[in-house]
């Protein structure tokens, strides 16, 4: 007899679903192990990131799925709604649907309860699975969000898998009775006074750029890029603060091409688990190069923590970026770019700036044909 996960592993191959990102429930522990076996993908830290990085895999051409806890989707409202909805991007959510369903964790139950309704409210389209007989629906969800560009959520009663057999879970004993290696991090150079501004720094890197993916973050970044120096390989983010990298690290698993993120310190802040996330995969062809002004420069520059304490390059160093340099000057900015080139590994280049935006225009293109313009580009 097919179990209810083996079903759902034959409805995934059938739509053609080449591309994962998950976060476990209890309730989908049988499943996870099983579909890692057979899809290629990335295990989250957070559900939100997740949607950045399906994106990025999807505008290189792969087809995506997401298979999470429902209460994550309280963890992705914005994502879905300025990211996925916003710019037409696809993403099939498979979500173990708690709070309803014998339910014996008391905090499930308020997001559990009104989940239906806020996806509704939200506009975001949602079949509900409530028996293990309504499996087969999860091919309709996939493919209504592939034909229709959009998020489409399966919430997944507990029920469906209540009969299964299935054991696969116990099949996987935990490594983390193993010793685990430590980190050792070299001192790193001083934080100077800035001299660049973030158009400065935009603007050098025109020269450099041939045919590689730029992903810009949100905000007077996208616009300085924009008009600086526009090409189709740019993809400029208009909403989903903090997940630039998460779309870059998305675009750098299916393409063979050089991925360049421009981030920002009040983005990384927003979405730490980006970085982290991306350490632990060390995607050799994508490098970040974090514009930190010490303040959130597109929104009236209110300072951030990276004016104190918080060091974005020993962070992204402790992530596992272990080539990583700070430079404060142009001319090294481009010398460390060219470096990336050379090395082809895993890359953080910290840039401090001074606070200050030009006064470039709005973007004259919509979310969805920014989107059209890159995905058709990446994938000539
Ligand atoms: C979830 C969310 N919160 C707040 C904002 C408002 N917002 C837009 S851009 C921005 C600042 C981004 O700062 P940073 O990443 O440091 O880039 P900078 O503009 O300084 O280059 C903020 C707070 C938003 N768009 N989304």
Not at 156 to 168: D, F, G, I, L, R
Not at 288 to 312: E, F, K, V
């Amino acid at each position: 007899m097919v179990h209810a996960e083996q079903h759902v592993i034959q409805i995934m191959e059938q739509a053609g679903i080449n591309f994962l990102a998950t976060l476990p429930c209890d309730r989908t522990k049988n499943l996870l192990p099983l579909v890692h076996k057979v899809f290629s993908g990335i295990e989250l830290t957070r559900e939100e990131d997740g949607l950045g990085i399906c994106a990025g895999a999807w505008l290189a051409g792969a087809s995506p799925m997401m298979i999470i806890q429902s209460t994550g989707l309280g963890n992705m409202i914005n994502g879905l709604a300025s990211l996925n909805m916003a710019s037409a991007i696809p993403i099939p959510i498979l979500a173990s649907f708690r709070g309803i369903y014998k339910e014996g964790i008391e905090s499930q139950i308020p997001l559990g309860k009104h989940l239906p309704a806020i996806l509704k409210g939200c506009g975001i389209h949602y079949s509900i699975i409530d028996e293990v007989e309504k499996i087969a629906l999860l091919s309709d969800v996939i493919q209504d969000a592939y034909d229709h560009c959009r998020p489409h959520v399966a919430l997944v009663s507990p029920k469906v898998w209540e009969a299964s057999s299935c054991t696969a879970w116990q099949e996987n004993p935990s490594s983390a009775i193993q010793a685990r290696p430590t980190i050792n991090i070299e001192p790193l150079s001083p934080i100077l006074a800035p001299v660049m501004t973030r158009y400065e720094a935009i603007s050098s890197l025109g020269n450099l750029l041939d045919n590689q993916v730029v992903v810009a973050n949100l905000g007077v970044p996208s616009k300085e890029l924009f008009a600086a120096c526009d090409r189709p390989l740019n993809y400029y983010m208009l909403g989903s603060m903090g997940l630039v990298s998460s779309i870059g690290f998305g675009i750098s698993q299916v393409t063979d091409k050089k991925v360049i993120v421009l981030e920002g310190d009040g983005s990384i802040l927003m979405n730490p688990n980006a970085l982290i996330t991306i350490g632990q995969y060390q995607p050799s062809n994508l490098m970040i190069i974090a514009l930190d002004n010490a303040c959130y420069g597109s929104t009236g520059s209110q300072r951030t923590y990276t004016q104190n304490r918080m060091d974005l390059e020993f962070f992204a160093r402790i992530c596992g970026f272990k080539n990583s340099t700070r430079v404060h000057e142009a001319r090294e900015l481009n010398k460390a770019i060219h470096n990336f080139e050379q090395q082809g590994e895993l890359s953080f280049i910290h840039v401090v700036i001074k606070p200050g935006n030009s006064s470039c225009p709005n973007i004259p293109l919509n979310p969805e044909d920014i989107t059209k313009r890159f995905k058709r580009c990446l994938e000539k």
